[in-house]
């Protein structure tokens, strides 16, 4: 569903040129639960940016569902986006003016022409399987660091996208929580077959995945499917 095709991405660094990404042929199926890992600085974020269509290859090819996104204008990118895939950061980046339901309903508003009471029954549904429902009215202040990392898988879900990157999903959680926030989008997985894609250096996302990904200084080392 995903395939990259000789792809590299090389920042400007005033005279400098950055090659950060330096040859990535991969490809990723539906369903998977897949670990990107390497050192701090090795690439992983900027992959995952280049695969959820957030940033475009200096070179190469990707193509996510049959689509060759490097073809797209930005219009047409956001849509795609919009669409297809859900994002989740190590910050959580909620929106603090917005309550945990409205959170939620905001890739709603901005990309899909759901009627109102559509958006209610799926937030409401989402909310159930994230165990937040009785936070709902909360805003993003009141809550812990594992609560409002379950609101932002939950609005990375709302758009029932395809493929879920989830960029250091863990890096601000305790132990327990992180196990639990796993757990839950293993569940997600699971229950939807959503693939899942981890920028990660976190044990616990590495030894649950079905595949480990290792980059160093912009190159694959490593691909390896586990027996999880
Ligand atoms: P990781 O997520 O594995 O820590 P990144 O993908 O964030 O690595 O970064 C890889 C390299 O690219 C680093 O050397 C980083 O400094 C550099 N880099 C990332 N984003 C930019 C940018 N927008 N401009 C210039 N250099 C960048
Ligand atoms: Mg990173």
């Given at each position: 569903?995903i395939?990259?095709?000789?792809?590299?991405?090389?920042y400007q660094?005033?005279q400098?040129?950055?090659?950060?990404?330096?040859d990535?042929?991969?490809?990723?199926?539906?369903?998977?639960?897949?670990?990107?890992?390497?050192?701090?600085?090795?690439g992983?974020?900027t992959?995952?940016?280049?695969?959820?269509?957030l940033?475009?290859?200096?070179?190469?090819?990707?193509?996510?569902e049959?689509i060759?996104?490097?073809?797209?204008?930005?219009?047409?990118?956001?849509?795609?986006?919009?669409?297809k895939?859900?994002?989740?950061?190590?910050?959580?980046?909620?929106?603090?003016?917005?309550?945990?339901?409205?959170n939620?309903?905001?890739?709603?508003?901005?990309?899909?022409?759901?009627p109102?009471?559509?958006?209610?029954?799926?937030?409401?549904?989402?909310l159930?399987d994230?165990?937040?429902?009785d936070?709902?009215?909360?805003f993003?202040?009141?809550?812990?660091?594992?609560q409002?990392?379950?609101?932002?898988?939950?609005?990375?879900?709302?758009t029932?996208?395809?493929?879920?990157?989830?960029?250091?999903?863990t890096?601000?959680l305790?132990?327990?929580t992180?196990?639990?926030?796993i757990?839950?989008?293993?569940?997600?997985?699971?229950?939807?077959?959503?693939?899942?894609i981890?920028?990660?250096?976190?044990?616990?996302?590495?030894?649950?995945?079905?595949r480990?990904?290792?980059?160093?200084?912009?190159i694959?080392?490593?691909?390896?499917?586990?027996a999880?």
């Amino acid at each position: 569903m995903i395939h990259t095709k000789n792809v590299t991405k090389t920042y400007q660094m005033g005279q400098v040129e950055l090659k950060v990404i330096k040859d990535l042929n991969i490809s990723i199926d539906h369903g998977e639960f897949v670990a990107i890992v390497g050192p701090s600085g090795s690439g992983k974020s900027t992959v995952l940016n280049l695969l959820g269509c957030l940033d475009k290859p200096s070179t190469g090819s990707i193509t996510v569902e049959d689509i060759d996104v490097t073809r797209l204008n930005r219009t047409q990118l956001a849509k795609f986006r919009g669409e297809k895939v859900g994002f989740i950061f190590q910050s959580f980046n909620l929106i603090p003016v917005l309550s945990v339901y409205e959170n939620i309903e905001y890739p709603l508003i901005m990309i899909q022409d759901l009627p109102e009471d559509e958006r209610r029954t799926r937030i409401m549904a989402l909310l159930k399987d994230v165990d937040m429902l009785d936070q709902k009215d909360k805003f993003p202040d009141q809550l812990s660091g594992g609560q409002r990392q379950r609101v932002a898988i939950a609005r990375a879900l709302v758009t029932k996208p395809k493929i879920v990157f989830a960029d250091e999903p863990t890096a601000n959680l305790d132990s327990e929580t992180s196990k639990q926030i796993i757990s839950l989008m293993r569940n997600i997985q699971k229950e939807f077959n959503t693939t899942f894609i981890f920028a990660t250096h976190d044990e616990k996302i590495v030894t649950e995945v079905d595949r480990i990904i290792t980059i160093v200084d912009g190159i694959i080392t490593e691909d390896k499917r586990t027996a999880s």
